[in-house]
């Protein structure tokens, strides 16, 4: 069956540092992947989406890569700052359906 | 723009009772998606509207869940009867078209005694 993995550990990381996290996934050929940012009782917010033919994207301080091969996402924020700090989902999709990880929180501290 | 509506926020109900969510998507979404997200983990597709006809509910326990989407709009989330299991956050999301991006509403946090 489908499996999507990502960070089991929360993620504390100092303010300025760069925070990488990983989203692994197996049985699964999906044409696009997105991460989105969950804060604490709110809705999941869309980030970044990358392609199957994509290898990486970015924007502003975000950083999507996507290797098929390797079926995993690194989505990586540079210049971190304690806003940052959140839930982060990554979600598969090879047609309408999205798919969703379990999410890896990030805490920054200053 | 207003984003996606959603209500209540928080429910507390005993189990075997009922209990339905509403969800007004942002104008203009032809679809339209309810998920539910228990407690440390994603949210789970339950049902997907495209105007007001569906296009997946393969995930939705059909026995106790039922949702509609009148009139290619507004859109509820019923229960009947509940259980322990159901605690959950359910989400509403909306999107232009079924392959964009998704908007998600605040949630309705159901807690079931």
């Known amino acids: 069956s489908q499996k999507i993995e990502q960070n089991s550990e929360a993620l504390n990381i100092q303010e300025g540092k760069t925070a990488t996290l990983t989203c692994n996934y197996t049985n699964y050929s999906p044409a696009y992947l997105q991460w989105y940012r969950q804060d604490p009782g709110r809705g999941p917010v869309f980030l970044l989406l990358i392609r199957e033919n994509e290898k990486e994207k970015r924007k502003e301080r975000l950083k999507v890569t996507f290797d098929t091969t390797l079926k995993q996402s690194l989505f990586h924020i540079t210049a971190s700052q304690p806003a940052d700090s959140a839930t982060y989902l990554c979600a598969l999709s090879n047609d309408y359906k999205l798919s969703f990880g379990a999410g890896t929180t990030v805490t920054v501290r200053a | 723009e207003a984003g996606v509506a959603q209500s209540p926020r928080y429910k507390i109900i005993e189990k075997r009772q009922s209990v339905a969510f509403w969800c007004n998507p942002i104008s203009g979404h032809a679809t339209l998606y309810w998920y539910q997200q228990i407690l440390g983990q994603g949210p789970k597709l339950l049902i997907q509207f495209q105007n007001n006809g569906v296009v997946d509910d393969s995930q939705l326990p059909k026995d106790r869940f039922s949702a509609e989407r009148l009139k290619g709009v507004d859109s509820t989330l019923k229960i009947q009867p509940a259980k322990l299991e159901d605690s959950a956050v359910y989400l509403c999301?909306?999107?232009?078209?079924?392959?964009?991006?998704?908007?998600f509403g605040p949630g309705t946090r159901l807690t079931v005694l």
């Open positions: 999301a909306s999107s232009p078209g079924a392959t964009d991006t998704q908007y």
